[in-house]
């Protein structure tokens, strides 16, 4: 795949720098919750950012169909989201840990969401370190599309006994929603961004 010149790496990087800033704006603007107060905007970034998670993990798994199917052009995208999934998915729980000890005062360690989240971590961890150890691409391509399917099949499956459903869009309060995928917009925007750069950066031998 031919890399980007330097000039369309320059307008990416200004491109995250805008989505980043356009980000913040919306988790600031968001007004407080009558229980939550200002956890709400923490909560509700973390909410966002999960849901592009969602989709990058998935992507990945994609373009790991794609590419056992021999579609070479899908292999640096894939292991493009993979660079970009699992960064995103240890910071997403951390905020997960961080919300549930600010809001209900501990860890609910019962909450079955939250072991689908370590064992996605796991998981992603253990795709990440046979990337870096072994140069099988059709491997973690398969990993990656086993990955996406497990954990939507968790996503669809496990209950929720202590996260609400659904609390921005069940929200009385009409802008939630709107800051809500806003956040989504623009998380998502840099999430793309920074795929795209790692996807066409320059190889070693092309240097």
């Known amino acids: 795949m031919k890399p980007i010149s330097t000039g369309t790496r320059t307008v990416l990087f200004v491109i995250i720098a805008l989505a980043a800033a356009a980000c913040a704006g919306a988790v600031s603007y968001m007004p407080e919750d009558e229980q939550l107060g200002s956890m709400i905007r923490l909560v509700v970034f973390h909410g966002a950012s999960t849901w592009v998670n969602l989709a990058t993990f998935t992507l990945a798994g994609l373009f790991g169909v794609a ?3 021999k579609q070479e052009w899908a292999q640096p995208w894939g292991e493009a ?14 905020l997960g840990l961080l919300s549930m000890q600010l809001i209900w005062g501990g860890i609910l360690w019962r909450e079955p969401r939250l072991m689908m989240t370590f064992g996605v971590l796991a998981g992603a961890i253990v795709i990440f370190g046979i990337q870096l150890v ?21 996503v669809l499956v496990l209950p ?8 921005v869009f069940n929200s009385p309060e009409r802008i939630y929603p709107a800051l809500f995928l806003a956040q989504v917009e623009h998380i998502a925007i840099v999430a793309a961004t920074v795929t795209v750069l790692i996807a066409r950066r320059r190889q070693p031998a092309e240097a």
């Open 67 to 69: 590419y056992l199917a």
């Open 81 to 94: 989201l993979r660079w970009v999934s699992l960064p995103l998915w240890s910071i997403n729980s951390v």
């Open 134 to 154: 072994t140069d099988s691409r059709k491997l973690t391509a398969g990993l990656d599309a086993l990955l996406a399917g497990t954990l939507w099949t968790l």
């Open 160 to 167: 929720n006994l202590f996260h609400p459903d659904s609390p």
